[in-house]
């Protein structure tokens, strides 16, 4: 079976010493560097050209978050596998734009390592259980706090979109024109970030516009 190649990255030697034993013990790994900083991260990354680039966040000179940026920019084939103890939801939605493929918390066990890197090579998403809780609990508290930004006209045509009405429906109830639905309907879905029906109707139900 093929080694899977990763280069790791994080500031602190005795992490790295443990992560790379823990690797190491499975046939499957292979490090193939170890980089303490971000700027060394990137210039070894581009070397050894690895499957995975397993980076922390908190890194001298460059973050793993820029690191990650600058290794997609160059290169979309690398995996890249965030490995960090901060939680915070802002630090995982800009790990995860900058097109990271998993997320995994310092504190896992050492099943929840290797699931993540196999998740991530078959070209899977992958986020530790407490980091998708955070996620969801901060998408559930925007969605709560958008409600009240939206317009009584807004409110209307997400409760007729979220019953299952039609365009033209909607504009024969309202007497307004097709096209000034679709264009209040597309100003919901950029306030709330949503962009199908399905997810427009999961947040009236939730915020309860409808039942």
């Known amino acids: 079976m093929k080694k899977i190649h990763i280069v790791l990255a994080d500031d602190q030697l005795l992490v ?4 790379r034993a823990l690797l190491e013990a499975s046939p499957d790994y292979q490090v193939d560097a170890e980089c303490a900083d971000g700027l060394e991260a990137i210039d070894q990354i581009r070397r050894q050209q690895p ?27 690398i995996k890249i596998l965030i490995l960090s103890s901060i939680d915070r939801h802002e630090s995982v939605e800009q790990a995860l734009a900058a097109g990271v ?21 078959d070209g899977k998403r992958f986020l530790s259980p407490k980091i998708q809780q955070t996620l969801d609990q901060h998408h ?5 706090g958008h409600t009240a930004g939206l317009t009584a ?19 024969r109830e309202l007497g307004i ?10 100003q919901l879905m ?4 949503v962009h ?16």
Do not use: C, W
Request: neutral net charge; hydrophobic residues 45%.
């Open 101 to 121: 493929n998993g997320y995994l918390l310092k504190d896992f066990i050492l099943g929840e390592l290797h699931q993540a890197l196999t998740a991530v090579m």
């Open 51 to 77: 499957d995975i680039a397993l980076l922390d966040i908190a890194m001298p000179f460059l973050s793993g978050i820029e690191v990650s940026k600058a290794i997609r920019h160059s290169d979309p084939k």
């Open 177 to 186: 024109s097709p096209k000034t639905v679709e264009f209040h309907r597309a």
């Open 190 to 193: 950029g306030k709330l970030n």
């Open 140 to 144: 559930l508290d925007g969605e709560s």
């Open 196 to 211: 199908d029906v399905t997810a427009l109707t999961r947040f009236a139900i939730q915020a309860g516009i409808v039942s």
């Open 153 to 171: 006209r807004q409110t209307e045509i997400l409760r007729l979109v979220a019953s299952g009405r039609t365009t033209k429906e909607i504009a």
């Open 16 to 19: 790295r010493a443990g992560i």
